[in-house]
């Protein structure tokens, strides 16, 4: 009994700490960390005229590597000397305080319901020049909040606050959050996985951002067949 008992805590553990995703951190000569940096430059130079100051990070269904991406592409964005804030916005299933081994005390939806400001929720990370907006309370209305004037006001406060914002979105397929998120962004990056994602999973959320205007920067292929995992292998 107790030898199950362990077991079962040590893959608990596992589970729970996800902090190996950080590879532009964790292991920054890495060919995924490289890679993450050409992500980093392509975006810089997307859009020359205008540049993007807040982008949003999402996928057509679940664990297609998503908010490991949105949080290495906000580190490296910080490690290029911007002061960039990340902010998890999946009011549903939050992960960004996982990967960067924090807490999830306080966060957007406790800046939105008063119990906080913005300057007493957000939190220095391991990483120069980065910060992080957790979620906090997960909230039983995430689209209505996320709809609200309030939401609108913060991301009004954090676009003068920082040099770029990365939102980590839930999937587009599963609830409205990601779209209502897109219209507050300035471009939006979709993650594929090259083993799961299909054709018509990605033509349907495409389809989604377009319906509200929201601009498609390109997308990111996951899970190609490489050595390292999470590896962000394409863009356009």
């Known amino acids: 009994m107790g030898s199950r008992l362990k077991r079962k805590a040590r893959k608990e553990a596992t589970n729970n700490d996800l902090t ?45 590597g998503k908010s490991t991406t949105c ?39 406790n800046v939105l319901a008063g119990e906080s400001d913005l300057q007493g929720a957000v939190q220095e990370t391991s990483v120069p020049n980065l910060k992080l907006l957790t979620v906090g309370s997960v909230p039983p209305n995430p689209a209505e909040l996320l709809g609200s004037r309030r939401f609108a006001d913060l991301m009004k406060q954090v676009r003068q606050q920082f040099d770029y914002v990365v939102l980590d979105a839930p999937p587009i397929q599963l609830v409205s959050d990601a779209a209502i998120l897109a219209t507050h962004a300035d471009g939006t990056l979709l993650v ?14 495409v389809h989604s951002l ?10 990111i292929m996951n899970n190609v067949d490489t050595a390292e995992s999470y590896y962000p292998s394409s863009y356009t």
């Open 20 to 64: 190996r995703r950080l590879v532009s951190v964790t292991n920054p000569s890495g060919g995924a960390a490289e890679a993450y940096r050409g992500l980093r430059t392509n975006l810089l130079y997307a859009v020359i005229d205008e540049p993007l100051r807040v982008v949003l990070v999402s996928s057509p269904g679940i664990a297609e």
């Open 71 to 109: 949080a290495n592409l906000a580190a490296v964005l910080a490690q290029a000397e911007n002061n960039t804030l990340l902010m998890d916005c999946d009011f549903r299933r939050p992960t960004q305080h996982r990967i960067f081994g924090m807490r999830n005390f306080q966060g957007s939806v």
């Open 210 to 219: 377009q319906t509200v205007g929201a601009s498609v920067l390109g997308t």
């Open 192 to 205: 594929l996985d090259a083993q799961r994602t299909r054709k018509a999973s990605l033509r349907e959320a």
